[in-house]
C-alpha cells in the first residue's frame, strides 16, 4: 500500500517588490517574505534577524539593524524571511 504526502500549501503574506523591506514602520514590515531588487539590503532600522538569500543562491544572515550587506555582484534580487527566536 502506498500514499502521497501533500506539501503544505502556506505561502503566507508575500511582497514581490518591496523597497523598505522589514524595516519599521514599513509597509512590508508584517509580511512573511519580501523580494528586495537589490544585491544591497539595508538592515537600518529592521527589528528583526533577516535570512537573506539573493536570486544566484547566496544566503547570508543578517542581524537586526546591522546596516549595510552586499550580495553577489551579478545577483539581480534578495528574498528576505524573518528569522524567528
Not at 522589514?22 to 512590508?28: A, E, L, N, T, V
Not at 534577524?49 to 543562491?57: A, R, S
Amino acid at each position: 500500500m502506498s500514499f502521497k504526502l501533500n506539501k503544505p500549501n502556506f505561502i503566507g503574506k508575500v511582497s514581490y517588490d518591496s523597497t523598505d523591506g522589514f524595516r519599521s514602520g514599513s509597509k512590508d514590515e508584517h509580511n512573511d517574505v519580501n523580494y528586495i531588487h537589490s544585491n544591497i539590503i539595508d538592515m537600518t532600522g529592521v527589528p528583526y534577524d533577516i535570512e537573506g538569500t539573493d536570486n544566484l543562491g547566496n544566503k547570508k544572515i543578517m542581524k537586526a539593524d546591522s546596516g549595510i550587506h552586499h550580495f553577489h555582484p551579478q545577483a539581480s534580487k534578495v528574498k528576505e524571511v524573518k528569522i524567528n527566536r
